[in-house]
């Protein structure tokens, strides 16, 4: 079965400095991968998506990259705020045609100011 | 807000009871998944309905149904409660559910204390 892997469970970064998140996965090639935020107690909230034929996707602050030969996902944050501390998500398609998601365990960034 | 509502907030109940969950999804989703999300497990998808068919199915035990009704909204039955069934339950809605480009959009989120 598909496996996701996100590199960290938590990281600190100084405010103003780039975080960035990583997301493999093993046994799998997925169409499209999404990323969401979580706060604490609340639903995730889409952020970003990246089919299989995109490098690369950007979003004001946010970029996300996609490395199909590596089965890797990238997701950087520039010029990190306080605000952005949540945890962060990456999400596989699951191939079968709907539409459900599998989701990594997520990364739990905090920005220090 | 995403616009997906579910109720109840919170809901303590003790092993071996039966509950209900409800979701509204936002207008005009025609698509309703359900994920549980405990500690050491991470979201995991549990159920999916399109226009009130079950669409997909994942890791949702026997002891759990689900159904959409005509009015999309949709609800999640869970019975024969253990401990570890202890978790935040989310149900989120997309516009269709056939294309996995399709965004997702999570609700609150239901949780669930077993005791």
């Known amino acids: 079965s598909q496996k996701i892997e996100q590199n960290s469970e938590a990281l600190n970064i100084q405010e103003g400095k780039t975080a960035t998140l990583t997301c493999n996965y093993t046994?799998?090639?997925?169409?499209?991968l999404q990323w969401y935020r979580q706060d604490p107690g609340r639903g995730p909230v889409f952020l970003l998506l990246i089919r299989e034929n995109e490098k690369e996707k950007r979003k004001e602050r946010l970029k996300v990259t996609f490395d199909t030969t590596l089965k890797q996902s990238l997701f950087h944050i520039t010029a990190s705020q306080p605000a952005d501390s949540a945890t962060y998500l990456c999400a596989l398609d699951s191939q079968t045609g709907a539409n459900n998601l599998f989701f990594g365990t997520g990364t739990r960034l905090t920005v220090i100011p | 807000d995403s616009g997906v509502t579910q109720t109840p907030k919170h809901l303590i109940t003790a092993t071996g009871q039966r509950v209900t969950l409800r979701c509204s999804p936002r207008?005009?989703?025609?698509?309703v998944y359900w994920y549980q999300q405990s500690l050491d497990q991470g979201l995991q998808f549990l159920i999916q309905?399109?226009?009130?068919?079950?669409?997909a199915k994942g890791n949702i035990l026997e002891r759990f149904s689900a159904q959409q009704f005509p009015d999309l909204h949709s609800e999640l039955n869970l019975s024969s409660l253990e401990l570890g069934d202890s978790a935040l339950y989310f149900c989120?809605?997309?516009?269709?559910?056939?294309?996995?480009?399709?965004?997702?959009?999570f609700g609150p989120g239901t949780r669930l204390t077993v005791l």
């Open positions: 309905y399109y226009n009130g068919e079950e669409r």
């Open positions: 207008s005009g989703d025609l698509s």
């Open positions: 989120a809605s997309s516009p269709q559910g056939s294309l996995g480009s399709d965004t997702q959009y």
């Open positions: 046994n799998y090639s997925p169409a499209y």
